[in-house]
């Protein structure tokens, strides 16, 4: 039975968040696209603390339009291939979001790491560390939980965008708690996605 849930605008952000941080882990994995200064906002939000209000965290919502465009072709049910490798890997993020949830004692770690990564000036003023940080969390704590996201592309890229594809993917992930937060869960997506769906595209246009 899928629970009453209110669809306001803090579950849309943090839903299209997520597919936000998908989409842009599918572009550097399969084009040389440079998605460094796209992804900053995404990499900022990992370390926004106490703050449970998707508005204040995703303030500019059409940072997001990518992410709500992969969400209203996903609700619309098209099935081109890129299309379900992105679905698999939202449905993995969600699934982990899930299973560190479980682990009171992996959550406390993770916490403390992205404290310790706030205490620290030089990294925190710098895009590059602040990416490379995140891989090490995502790295240390995520790479071990069980499904792992196999990312899909060519050789090259995965190879050059290591670091900020697991930094995304680590973002995908805050993004998933902010969303399971507000209700959110992935039987949503199909049992009322034509209510998703209007209220998106009312909100984002």
């Known amino acids: 039975m899928i ?39 995404l990499i900022d939000s990992i370390y926004i ?25 996903i609700l619309l049910g098209k ?11 939202v449905l993995n993020i969600l ?14 770690l993770i916490r403390k790491k992205i ?7 030089i990294i925190s003023k710098n895009l590059n560390n602040q990416v490379l940080y995140s891989e090490e969390i995502y790295k240390e704590y995520i790479g071990i939980i069980r499904p792992r996201v196999i990312i899909s592309g060519k050789k090259e890229y995965l190879d050059k ?8 993917l680590l973002s995908g992930i ?7 937060y507000y209700g959110g869960n992935k039987w949503q997506l199909m049992f009322k996605r034509k209510e998703i ?5 009312s909100f984002f246009i």
């Open 95 to 108: 699934l982990i979001q899930k299973n560190i949830n479980k682990n009171k004692s992996l959550m406390e």
């Open 79 to 89: 099935n081109e291939i890129p299309l379900i490798t992105m679905q698999k890997y």
């Open 115 to 121: 404290d310790n990564y706030q205490e620290n000036s």
């Open 49 to 73: 603390k106490n703050e449970l209000n998707a508005i204040s965290i995703y303030k500019n919502k059409s940072e997001l339009f990518e992410g709500y465009m992969l969400l209203k072709n």
């Open 161 to 168: 965008n290591s670091s900020l594809i697991r930094a995304l």
């Open 3 to 41: 629970k009453s849930v209110k669809i306001d605008d803090n579950y849309l952000l943090s839903l299209c968040a997520i597919l936000q941080s998908v989409s842009l882990i599918n572009r550097i994995a399969t084009t040389d696209f440079n998605a460094t200064q796209d992804s900053k906002f």
């Open 197 to 201: 769906l209007n209220k998106c595209n």
């Open 174 to 180: 805050r993004a998933a708690f902010l969303w399971s």
